[in-house]
């Protein structure tokens, strides 16, 4: 004598069509079927993670933890409204980490960066122009501009000038050193 309640006739039969997997998946080896949903979720959760470590403009914003990100955090609020005669227009959404300069060819500043690979490789000794105490690791880029990355302070900021954007390049990067090092220290 079962404790639960009488069964209904027909009730497991039911039960199982409305359980039935769609013909789609049946014809997939079960193993797959599992592994259906949560690499679905999986793949949902990568595309939201991406839309929000990037910006609709395409910059890619960093995530400083720790002190990097208060050092990052104060630099936004000391950086101008203007940059060598071009106003400031930040991507969107708007992030503490990102700031830019101009419209079609424009000087981005990424502050919280991670150490680029390339101070390890051949790269390591390119130019690296000094500006009031503040060391600019340079890298010129295959569109003709160029990156400039401060090295020995407490987070690394990263200053991209595109081709044109500036009658020399480190004019952009050097406008900004006082900020720099008012803010981030080495």
């Keep these: 004598m079962s404790g639960g309640p009488p069964v209904r006739p027909g009730y497991h039969r039911r039960v199982a069509r409305e359980l039935r997997v769609p013909r789609a998946l049946a014809a ?3 193993p797959v079927r599992w592994l259906a949903l949560p690499v679905a ?14 910006s609709d403009d395409g910059v890619e914003v ?12 104060k630099l936004a609020a000391a950086l101008p409204q203007e940059l060598l005669g071009h106003a400031r227009r930040d991507p969107s959404p708007a992030s503490p980490y990102v700031a830019a300069w101009g419209t079609t060819s424009r000087t ?7 150490r680029p690979d390339e101070l ?11 500006v009031d105490d503040v060391t ?21 900021v990263e200053v991209t000038v ?3 954007a500036a009658a020399n390049p480190f004019d952009p990067a050097a406008a900004l050193t ?6 981030i220290p080495g």
């Design 178 to 183: 006082g900020a720099v090092k008012a803010n």
């Design 108 to 114: 981005v500043l990424r502050c919280g960066v991670d």
């Design 162 to 164: 595109p081709a044109g």
């Design 120 to 130: 390890n490789g051949e790269h390591a000794m390119d130019w690296s122009p000094t």
């Design 62 to 73: 960093p995530q400083p933890t720790g002190k990097a990100a208060g050092y990052c955090r």
């Design 136 to 156: 600019w690791w340079s890298q010129k880029l295959t569109d003709g501009g160029y990156r400039f990355v401060t090295t020995q302070r407490s987070a690394y």
């Design 28 to 30: 997939l080896p079960a």
């Design 41 to 54: 979720l999986t793949c949902t959760v990568v595309v939201l993670l991406g839309s929000w470590s990037a």
